[in-house]
């Protein structure tokens, strides 16, 4: 009994399941031990690109609105796009409402 014991432990040592180390653990936001986790640098990363693109994006759409102007106006809204941007009607047979307006 007493070698089987012996064979069992040595067993044990040798296939690397017991160990002076702590085993090596993997967690999805921390990582591995002393290592940045991945999901958490992918947040990290997801969260700066969305700042600097929300944030470029907004300035440049200030200057182009301070520069040219964004919206068209009320009566070209009201005639429709496809006539006053386009010159033509978009839908010969849709109406939207009845009054004012461009009429084919």
Do not use: C, W
Not at 22 to 43: H, K, N, R, V, W
Not at 66 to 94: C, W
């Amino acid at each position: 009994m007493k070698k089987v014991l012996i064979l069992a432990a040595a067993l044990l040592v040798f296939s690397g399941q017991v160990s002076a180390q702590p085993p090596l653990t993997y967690d999805l936001f921390y990582g591995l031990p002393g290592e940045a986790g991945s999901f958490s640098t992918q947040i990290i990363g997801v969260a700066a690109y969305f700042a600097f693109t929300f944030v470029a994006a907004f300035i440049l759409f200030k200057v182009i609105d301070a520069v040219f102007g964004l919206r068209v106006s009320a009566e070209e809204e009201e005639d429709g796009l496809d006539i006053t941007e386009h010159g033509i009607i978009g839908y010969n047979d849709f109406q939207l409402h009845t009054g004012g307006g461009f009429h084919a």
